[in-house]
Every structure is written in structure tokens, then in C-alpha cells.
């Protein structure tokens, strides 16, 4: 058997490999070697995240930093090298899947010896590894920097070339398996929103007509805004819990999520927002209008319109507003009115009140409102269950790639077949 990691004298990432005796550990320098090459200002920029690895900019999807001068200063990156960037210690050193230059304050390093670069890629995503990193970092900033100086003289496991690539195989098919679900899951999702938008316009919302108003059943009334809304503009609540407008979750706590929103500092001068209320938020000419079902405030720069008493009386109305003002459809009604020519353009009140609004029957707001309780109560069950999934992948990796657990030398390569129906968490209790 060889030495477990806490008889090393400068580590306390512990491994107790109790499986196997064929797994060396040896330091962290004589596995890894440091790449500090430079001078390759034509190769395309990379971005180092948690959710995806090194990937190249132009596909990540989201806005970062660009560099747009002194490219030349930039390192290099070769395809299967790692990145330490500068939160890794909290979400693990990530894999490059791709050649390019990234910023020269991170630290790049490579295999010397003949691995499964794979198989490194899940290690330093495991808990055990990130709570080393964090035993490695310096600098006082909530972004601190991991000091490879340090993790250099640590010691990690290098088993067999061929269990490493047993490893990655099998966790590579757990991995697809979860995502596989989770993709399932959501195109359940997909389904039922798309039985309420087909509701929301009747056949007609999949045809081609010539006015707006024509995409609605011809029996419905239809207003301008201002006969059915009346705006909110309350201020001076400051004991209101602050919220804030989503595109996804609509109108939330801002205590109660992870995103960071700019915070405000004096709250006299925010607008109240009540349950029931609409927000027209600066980007809502993207996203449509947000309904609250919370009571707090918000940006002074946000509108707020609730139903007139005469509509409330129509049980259930506000959802199916919830779901017009949230389609394609209004959403290129909304651009047409849109005032302002920065990128947050604005919507206010005067835009949205001549808008015409269609005012649909009882029985359209009842089956609208019946699909709104099945999509909240799916989404809810499938949110848990892809916690879930996801967590269990997680303790598999950390014991597979630990030695903790042997991965099967045999295992099922049959295809991945995996219900769209929401299910019990207590089905999912193994991987």
C-alpha cells in the first residue's frame, strides 16, 4: 500500500486510498511543468472560466475584458494545458480546450510525464483539491491569487495510465448521463411553455397577419393600456426589502440570490413595487415586462402599472398578461415604442399605455393559469432533482479520482435513455 497524503510532511490534502497499492503520489513540480511563452499576438484570445474551462473568447458567450493592445505580452496556451486563474481556489484549475493567449497574471502549466490530462481536469475539480488550493493562495483581496510557488511542493496521485484513462471514461459517461437529464428536463419545460404561448394567441399566434391585433381571437375586447393599467410611482419606503428584476425569475429578493447587483445606498428614493404589480425595466425591450410577486423596492429608473380595480375582478388576469408581455411577439411590439438610444433603452408608462391590449375570456385565463401552476410546480421538482444530480456527480468524482471508490473495469455502454418526466428525488440515489 502506498503512503496516504497526510504522512507527507508539507500537505494536509488528505487521500486515503484504500483500493489500490499501483497509485504513486509525488510532487506537484515533478509532474507539472510551468509555460511561460510569449510573444504570439495572432493567436486567438482565451477566456479561463468555472463552468466551461479555457475556451476561446469569441464562444464564451458572455461579456469579458478584452485585451486590445501589447497582445504580444500575452502567454500562451496549448490544447490540454491548465489554467490557474485567479479564483481558482474556489472553483479548481481549469483544462484548455483550445490554443490561444489569455492574460499573463495567470499561471499556466503542463504534463511532463505520459497522462490522461482528463483525469487531472476532474481531480482539481474535486473538493478534496479545492480545499488544498485554498490552503495556497496569497494576497489579502476577495481575489486572491493561488501561488504556484507553494502548490508546486505539494503532493498529488498518479495512478496507472491505464486507470486514469478508465477514470475519464467512466466519469465522461456520468457527466453526459446528467447532462442528458438535465437537457430532458428542460425541453419539459419547453413543452408546457410553449402550450401557454399557443394559448396566449390561440392559432393565430403562428400566422402571419397584418396588424397586432389580429393575432387574437376576434370576440376578445381589446384596449389601449391606459384603459386597463394604472402606473405606480410610490416612493419613500425604505424599510421595503430591496428586489431585483429578472429575466428568468422575474421580480426577487435581492438578499436572496447569488447574482451581484449594484446595491443602493439611500432607499428613500426607490419605488415601491407591489404583488401584482408589472415592472418595465431598463432592459425589458429584451426580455418583456416582469411580474411581481413580491412587495419591496427597486430603481427609480423602472415603471410599475398594476390592473384597474374592474380587471382585478377577472380571477387570475395578471397571469396571463404575464405570459403576453413575455412573448416574442409583444416584445417586437415593445421595440416600436422604445425611447432612448443607449443599450438600456427605455419603456416608460406614456410608451406602454397606448399599446393596444387584448383582454381575453375566463376560460382562457383559467387554462393560462392552471398551466402557470403546473410550469412553477415542474420547475420547482426539476430544479431539485438537478441539484441533486448534480451533487451526487460530484461525490463520484471526488471518490473515483481520490482512489476512494474503483471505477468498474467494466461498465454499461449501453445508450443513455433517461425519462422527460419530472420524478421523485428518491429515484435518483446512485449514479
Same mark, same amino acid.
Given at each position: ?35 511561460? !511563452? ?18 476561446? &473568447?469569441?464562444?464564451?458567450? =458572455? ?28 472553483? +479548481? ?47 489579502? =483581496? ?31 459517461? &456520468? ?27 390561440? !392559432? ?40 431585483? $428584476?429578472?429575466?428568468? =425569475? ?14 443602493? !445606498? ?20 429584451? +426580455? ?51 425611447? +432612448?438610444? =443607449?443599450? +438600456? ?58 482512489? &476512494? ?8 455502454? &449501453? ?9 421523485? $428525488? ?6
Amino acid at each position: 500500500m502506498k503512503p496516504t497524503y497526510n504522512k507527507y510532511k508539507n500537505s494536509d490534502f488528505i487521500y486515503t486510498n484504500q483500493i489500490t497499492d499501483d497509485w504513486e503520489y509525488i510532487k506537484f513540480k515533478y509532474l507539472f511543468e510551468e509555460r511561460k !511563452t510569449k510573444g504570439f499576438p495572432n493567436e486567438p484570445l482565451l477566456v479561463a472560466s468555472q463552468d466551461k474551462g479555457v475556451v476561446l &473568447k469569441d464562444s464564451y458567450g =458572455r461579456r469579458t475584458t478584452t485585451a486590445t493592445k501589447d497582445l504580444h505580452l500575452l502567454k500562451l496556451v496549448h490544447k490540454r494545458d491548465f489554467v490557474i486563474s485567479l479564483r481558482s481556489f474556489e472553483g +479548481g484549475i481549469e483544462i484548455s480546450y483550445e490554443r490561444g493567449i489569455i492574460s499573463p497574471a495567470y499561471t499556466v502549466f503542463f504534463p511532463k510525464k505520459n497522462v490522461n490530462s482528463y483525469y487531472y481536469k476532474h481531480l482539481f475539480k474535486s473538493h478534496s483539491f479545492i480545499a488544498l488550493l485554498k490552503t495556497c493562495v496569497t494576497g489579502i =483581496r476577495e481575489g486572491q491569487n493561488i501561488d504556484y510557488n507553494i502548490i508546486k511542493d505539494e503532493y498529488i496521485p498518479i495512478p496507472p495510465i491505464e486507470t486514469q484513462n478508465l477514470i475519464v471514461a467512466y466519469l465522461d459517461r &456520468k457527466e453526459r448521463q446528467i447532462k442528458k437529464f438535465i437537457r430532458n428536463k428542460r425541453e419539459l419545460l419547453s413543452l408546457t411553455e410553449n402550450q401557454l404561448y399557443a394559448l396566449v394567441f390561440g !392559432t393565430k399566434g403562428q400566422q402571419e397577419v397584418k396588424e397586432w391585433e389580429d393575432l387574437f381571437d376576434k370576440n376578445w375586447e381589446i384596449k389601449k393600456g391606459k384603459w386597463i393599467f394604472n402606473e405606480r410611482n410610490i416612493k419613500n419606503h425604505p424599510n421595503e426589502r430591496l428586489l431585483a $428584476a429578472t429575466q428568468s =425569475r422575474g421580480l426577487v429578493f435581492k438578499d436572496e440570490i447569488e447574482e451581484n447587483y449594484v446595491t443602493a !445606498t439611500q432607499t428613500d428614493g426607490l419605488k415601491l413595487v407591489c404583488n401584482g404589480d408589472f415592472v418595465i425595466s431598463l432592459r425589458s425591450f429584451e +426580455g418583456g415586462i416582469e411580474l411581481s410577486e413580491v412587495q419591496g423596492i427597486t430603481s427609480p429608473a423602472y415603471t410599475m402599472f398594476y390592473l384597474k380595480d374592474e380587471y382585478k375582478k377577472l380571477k387570475n388576469l395578471k397571469y396571463y398578461y404575464k405570459y403576453l408581455f413575455k412573448s416574442s411577439q409583444f416584445i417586437g411590439l415593445l421595440n416600436t415604442v422604445v425611447s +432612448g438610444i =443607449r443599450e +438600456g433603452k427605455n419603456i416608460s408608462f406614456r410608451d406602454f399605455r397606448d399599446l393596444k391590449i387584448p383582454i381575453p375570456d375566463q376560460k382562457t385565463i383559467d387554462s393560462i393559469y392552471k398551466l402557470h401552476i403546473k410550469l412553477v410546480d415542474t420547475k420547482n421538482l426539476i430544479k431539485k432533482e438537478n441539484e441533486l444530480s448534480k451533487n451526487l456527480l460530484s461525490t463520484l468524482i471526488e471518490n473515483v479520482v481520490t482512489g &476512494k471508490l474503483q471505477a468498474p473495469k467494466s461498465f454499461e455502454k &449501453k445508450p443513455i435513455t433517461i425519462s422527460k418526466a419530472a420524478e421523485p $428525488a428518491t429515484t435518483y440515489k446512485t449514479l
